[in-house]
């Protein structure tokens, strides 16, 4: 065996699960005590005291609101049973509030993101959820494929009930606005910032209201390596992985590690369609997915962004019949692009793929029966219609290898979704899933490069 359970389970808990939120509290500073609002028919701007609430004010500010709508696909639809709050576009409200000054933007460097990476953000919405005012389960509709999730900033104006829950496959957290500003001794504002992909909902409001501004949050650039921008810092995933590079028994071959990435990330929908290589993940990844990546680039690992095709799904699908057993095994596939099987005749898939994608696209990522591998052995580095060796980047003629996977892959999507859920419809970006695969050289290689 090539890598131990051992040594496997070693490196998975070496990257600790991170939180894909922040929340907390800042005082409401003196230049940030006004909301001025209006629209069209207003006998000019209003304006709301945020020290002292008057409630007139803060019922004309619902009135002068829009009903809220929400995106599903390429539809901005209006439907009280999964959407009930008003909004104001950004033209229609002001507030002169200084994010940097209230440390926000720090606090998400320095917390939510990976080693205070740049970023910018733009205010998007006020919302206002009075009683009885909610928003079921949604994903954010990414603007471009920089932008990396949301901060909702919630004004200081009484309210019980709209919790806010962020929800993944494993776990829900409850953002309780209006406890935690009830419990402050001065007027607050509570501000929650999360990733755009993460599934989160607005319970609804029991009293008062709950008024918030939404900014969009784009990273600024791509980060800088990891060895230039936190030198000082080892983090136990580093470590591990180097320790483990140094023993003989570890992948002695040299193979493949496979990190299924944690987060979706938004792609431009003609990409998709198209079937063009999603370059612009590699430089938006965040959470433990960019941890692990800038960590194996800073151990010169060579490490390259893949989607993940499971032949089991697109039989589901129904996209073709398997004339062969590899959908049984459970065998996987991997590319550097998301496919079309609009073209698809009765071949099997594997053998499409490679004949319209090249025969270095399409990589054989694992079987579930390790046995077949060892017992074809010779035969399964030959291609079944050529006869000819299968060369890859990563294997480099070696025998095609089994991905060890830390971190389970999804399979991606063929097509765009048929349903989908925003804030508003969805424009040029959908959400997709990738895997990072590393590849681990020889230890010939490796002990050669510490000489």
């Not at 612009?280 to 990844?285: A, M, R, T």
């Not at 095609?400 to 892959?409: A, G, H, I, M, N």
């Not at 419809?425 to 050669?448: E, G, H, V, W």
């Amino acid at each position: 065996m090539s890598i131990t359970n051992e040594q496997l389970e070693k490196l998975k808990s070496a990257v600790a699960t991170r939180v894909p939120y922040i929340s907390g509290v800042v005082p409401l500073l003196p230049q940030s005590t006004t909301l001025f609002f209006g629209r069209g028919g207003t006998t000019g701007p209003r304006q709301l005291n945020l020290r002292n609430p008057e409630d007139a004010q803060v019922q004309l500010l619902a009135k002068l609101c829009e009903p809220a709508t929400f995106g599903r696909n390429q539809e901005d639809l209006l439907d009280e049973t999964y959407r009930k709050a008003g909004k104001m576009d950004v033209e229609n409200f002001a507030m002169s509030i200084d994010l940097g000054q209230l440390q926000i933007p720090e606090k998400i460097g320095s917390e939510l993101l990976v080693h205070g990476r740049p970023f910018r953000w733009e205010l998007y919405k006020l919302n206002v959820y009075g009683p009885g005012s909610f928003f079921k389960a949604h994903k954010d509709t990414p603007r471009s494929e920089a932008m990396f999730g949301s901060l909702v900033l919630v004004l200081p104006i009484s309210h019980k009930g709209g919790e806010l829950l962020l929800r993944t496959k494993e776990e829900v957290w409850t953002y309780d606005s209006g406890a935690t500003l009830a419990q402050q001794n001065e007027p607050s504002i509570g501000y929650v910032a999360f990733f755009g992909d993460i599934e989160h909902e607005v319970l609804p409001v029991e009293s008062g209201h709950r008024i918030t501004l939404t900014y969009n949050l784009f990273f600024a650039q791509a980060p800088e390596p990891l060895a230039q921008s936190v030198a000082s810092v080892v983090h136990p995933f580093e470590t591990t992985l180097a320790g483990l590079m140094k023993d003989p028994g570890f992948l002695p071959d040299g193979g493949l590690i496979g990190w299924g990435l944690k987060y979706e990330y938004p792609v431009s929908i003609a990409s998709r369609r198209k079937g063009e290589v999603v370059e612009s993940v590699s430089k938006n990844l965040k959470g433990e997915d960019e941890l692990v990546a800038r960590i194996s680039a800073s151990l010169h690992l060579e490490a390259e962004i893949k989607v993940y095709i499971d032949l089991k799904e697109l039989w589901r699908d129904g996209y073709a019949e398997f004339d062969d057993d590899t959908c049984v095994d459970g065998l996987g596939l991997l590319m550097r692009h998301i496919p079309s099987f609009d073209s698809i005749g009765d071949e099997g898939v594997y053998h499409y793929l490679r004949s319209v994608y090249g025969y270095d696209e399409v990589l054989r990522a694992n079987e579930s029966a390790r046995s077949r591998l060892e017992a074809n052995d010779s035969d399964d580095d030959m291609d079944d219609e050529s006869g000819e060796m299968t060369v890859t980047p990563q294997t480099g003629g070696r025998k095609r290898p089994e991905v060890w996977w830390l971190s389970e892959p999804t399979h991606v999507c063929a097509e765009v979704p048929i349903v989908s859920y925003g804030n508003e419809a969805q424009l040029d970006f959908i959400y997709s899933r990738f895997c990072l695969i590393i590849d681990i050289p020889p230890y010939a290689t490796r002990k050669n490069r510490e000489a």
